[in-house]
């Protein structure tokens, strides 16, 4: 049975997530992930997309993607597709290295984008790895907060225009509800709060 088409359109906003063919990790060390942000980076651009947020987990990654064109199916085909291929190449294994088709839902402009940054930039925290994000290399909350340089396929401005009225409030509102988020860091499963983040967690898992 073939799967019925995204709904594509001109500026559609995405929570793009994709996890490893049963389950296992589509990245094992540092150069893996590296490359996928090489593939994704490369993407970006060919498809003239916007990256709002990112995290790179060991056996599956999140983003939030805007598409000026309606082109998520063709961008996100290549993406996984030039990603698994030298993925098999370097691990000398053939067959498929994701789970079936990404798992994508479609955003309102302002319906819990807020909320869906926080759980991205989460992850690490929720799996265990860091007590804080900004302790996390593989995600996008530091170059967001001005830890470091975002890279040239990282959009910034945006999320944080949401957040307050200058970039010093928005990244101090910012931080207060990840450090919010972050509290019980010593319990690393926390469960998700909303159905949504339910639905989200479930197909990590």
Same mark, same amino acid.
């Given at each position: 049975?073939?799967?019925?088409?995204?709904?594509?359109?001109?500026?559609?906003?995405?929570?793009?997530?994709?996890?490893?063919?049963?389950?296992?990790d589509i990245f094992h060390v540092q150069r893996d992930l590296q490359l996928f942000l090489?593939?994704?980076?490369?993407?970006?651009?060919?498809?003239?997309?916007?990256?709002? #947020?990112?995290?790179?987990?060991?056996?599956?990654?999140? *983003? %939030?993607?805007? =598409?000026?064109?309606?082109? /998520?199916?063709?961008?996100?085909?290549?993406?996984?597709?030039?990603?698994?291929?030298?993925?098999?190449?370097?691990?000398?294994?053939?067959?498929h290295v994701f789970n079936n088709r990404y798992h994508a839902v479609l955003l309102q402009?302002?319906?819990?984008?807020?909320?869906?940054?926080?759980?991205?930039?989460?992850?690490?925290?929720?799996?265990?790895?860091?007590?804080?994000?900004?302790?996390?290399?593989?995600?996008?909350?530091?170059?967001?907060?001005?830890?470091?340089?975002?890279? #040239?396929?990282?959009?910034?401005?945006?999320?944080?225009? *949401? %957040?307050?009225? =200058?970039?010093?409030?928005? /990244?101090?509102?910012?931080?207060?509800?990840?450090?919010?988020?972050?509290?019980?860091?010593?319990?690393?499963?926390?469960?998700?709060?909303?159905?949504?983040?339910?639905?989200?967690?479930?197909?990590?898992?």
């Amino acid at each position: 049975m073939s799967n019925a088409p995204r709904i594509q359109y001109d500026g559609a906003l995405y929570h793009i997530t994709a996890r490893g063919n049963a389950k296992r990790d589509i990245f094992h060390v540092q150069r893996d992930l590296q490359l996928f942000l090489t593939v994704l980076a490369e993407t970006i651009e060919k498809y003239d997309w916007e990256c709002h #947020a990112y995290c790179l987990m060991t056996n599956h990654y999140h *983003l %939030l993607i805007k =598409t000026p064109n309606a082109n /998520i199916d063709a961008g996100m085909q290549r993406l996984n597709s030039v990603y698994a291929k030298q993925y098999n190449k370097i691990y000398l294994r053939t067959g498929h290295v994701f789970n079936n088709r990404y798992h994508a839902v479609l955003l309102q402009q302002d319906e819990h984008l807020i909320a869906l940054a926080r759980y991205i930039a989460l992850n690490p925290v929720r799996a265990g790895i860091v007590n804080n994000p900004k302790n996390y290399r593989w995600g996008s909350y530091r170059a967001t907060i001005g830890l470091e340089k975002a890279p #040239a396929f990282l959009t910034t401005d945006w999320l944080l225009s *949401l %957040l307050g009225q =200058t970039k010093d409030k928005a /990244i101090a509102h910012y931080t207060k509800l990840i450090l919010e988020g972050s509290k019980n860091s010593d319990q690393p499963q926390q469960k998700p709060t909303t159905k949504y983040e339910w639905r989200v967690e479930s197909y990590c898992e």
